[in-house]
């Protein structure tokens, strides 16, 4: 199973960033999906995760500015960010919950990781 995910970069504060993430390979079904982040010299934090029907969840600091979504049928899970913000700089990480076939359990798997910097 490999997760990708695409759409880091340079954005000035006050700019929008949206990410995208999609699970393949050897998929039965996948649960949720979501997002972390971590800072230079920071733990890593959750910022979003969405269920397989759709029930969104936030961090403290996104909530009121990012909205993730998800397309069940691509195994896709997006992440848009508005007003963002110098301490929005981080890499963030995409995650998957997979089921590999029916009797298995769910298996988390991560991305690599994809760059966001926020410039003052």
């Known amino acids: 199973v490999q997760v990708v995910e695409t759409g880091g970069g340079l954005v000035q504060a006050g700019g929008s960033l949206r990410l995208s993430c999609a699970a393949s390979?050897?998929?039965?079904?996948?649960?949720?999906m979501g997002w972390d982040r971590q800072a230079p010299g920071k733990e890593r934090e959750l910022v979003a995760s969405?269920?397989?029907?759709?029930?969104?969840d936030y961090a403290d600091s996104v909530k009121g500015r990012a909205t993730i979504t998800r397309d069940n049928a691509k195994n896709a899970v997006y992440l848009q960010i508005d007003s963002l913000k110098p301490e929005d700089t981080a890499v963030y990480y995409c995650?998957?919950?997979?089921?590999?076939?029916?009797?298995?359990?769910?298996?988390?798997?991560w991305g690599q990781g994809t760059q966001v910097t926020v410039s003052s």
């Open positions: 390979g050897s998929i039965f079904r996948v649960g949720t």
């Open positions: 969405i269920s397989s029907t759709g029930m969104a």
């Open positions: 995650n998957a919950d997979v089921k590999r076939h029916l009797t298995a359990t769910y298996w988390v798997e």
